[in-house]
């Protein structure tokens, strides 16, 4: 699909995300020219850690995970982006190679803009830097919370937190993709002690567990054990 086709839902994706929301026509016109979209099916690989930058990435549709693995192949989730998300902006604004892998969780679809073009509207466009910086940020906090949980909080408290942030009216709704492998792999431990979390929580009457969705019983109960230490 060449570019020239594609720039007007290019732009139209572009839009949506705060970093670009502020430019002008002409500015978001020229950026969407250099964006290529790339399709991945699910369990697809967008790019590796320690591969050379790929440029900015932009979600159109569809889930992906932000991983680093070990050597043994254990799996630690940092994020999961959807629609209207963006990754790759650290290798993008420090010219380092990709510090981690992202793999499509489902068939996505993702716009990549290169380094180049990511770059040159910004001296021109002081509000866009702030908002870049903001966004960078609120990545490192996110990073440093997640290191003090793994670091300092039991599995249970990490869970707890988890359902509490991502439970919409008191219920998270799995989707397809989200087994208690990934939620383990995101929690930073291995199934057996995901499921014995979850069991436990569920025994003490603060959540229950059913197919393709946990729902909260007692919130407040939740919130005591989430702030548990090791």
């Known amino acids: 699909?060449?570019?020239?086709?594609?720039?007007?839902?290019?732009?139209?994706?572009?839009?949506?995300?705060?970093?670009?929301?502020?430019?002008?026509?002409a500015t978001l016109k020229t950026i969407a020219q250099a964006a290529v979209r790339r399709d991945y099916k699910a369990g697809?690989?967008?790019?590796?850690?320690?591969?050379?930058?790929?440029?900015?990435?932009?979600?159109?549709?569809?889930?992906?995970?932000?991983?680093?693995?070990?050597?043994?192949?254990?799996e630690q989730v940092l994020r999961v982006v959807g629609a209207g998300e963006t990754f790759g902006e650290m290798s993008v604004f420090a010219d380092k190679p990709n510090?981690?892998?992202?793999?499509?969780?489902?068939?996505?679809?993702?716009?990549?803009?290169?380094?180049?073009?990511?770059?040159?509207?910004?001296?021109?466009?002081?509000?866009m830097a702030r908002v870049i910086l903001q966004n960078m940020a609120e990545r490192v906090l996110h990073l440093v919370t997640l290191v003090e949980d793994l670091s300092l909080r039991t599995v249970e408290a990490r869970l707890a937190r988890l359902l509490l942030e991502r439970a919409a009216e008191g219920t998270l709704h799995r989707r397809r993709w989200a087994t208690q492998a990934e939620i383990?792999?995101?929690?930073?431990?291995?199934?057996?002690?995901?499921?014995?979390?979850?069991?436990?929580?569920?025994?003490?009457?603060?959540?229950?567990?059913?197919?393709?969705?946990?729902?909260i019983v007692d919130r407040e109960g939740l919130e005591t054990r989430a702030m548990l230490n090791e």
């Open 184 to 215: 383990a792999a995101r929690l930073g431990t291995v199934l057996v002690v995901l499921n014995r979390a979850l069991h436990g929580l569920a025994a003490e009457g603060l959540i229950e567990v059913e197919r393709h969705q946990i729902r």
């Open 44 to 74: 697809q690989v967008v790019f590796g850690a320690g591969e050379p930058c790929a440029g900015l990435c932009v979600v159109q549709e569809g889930w992906l995970k932000v991983i680093k693995l070990s050597a043994d192949g254990r």
């Open 1 to 25: 699909m060449s570019r020239s086709c594609t720039s007007p839902t290019a732009a139209k994706v572009l839009s949506a995300v705060p970093y670009f929301a502020e430019l002008d026509s």
């Open 99 to 127: 510090p981690a892998t992202v793999v499509a969780l489902e068939p996505a679809t993702v716009w990549i803009i290169q380094r180049d073009a990511m770059l040159r509207p910004l001296d021109r466009h002081p509000a």
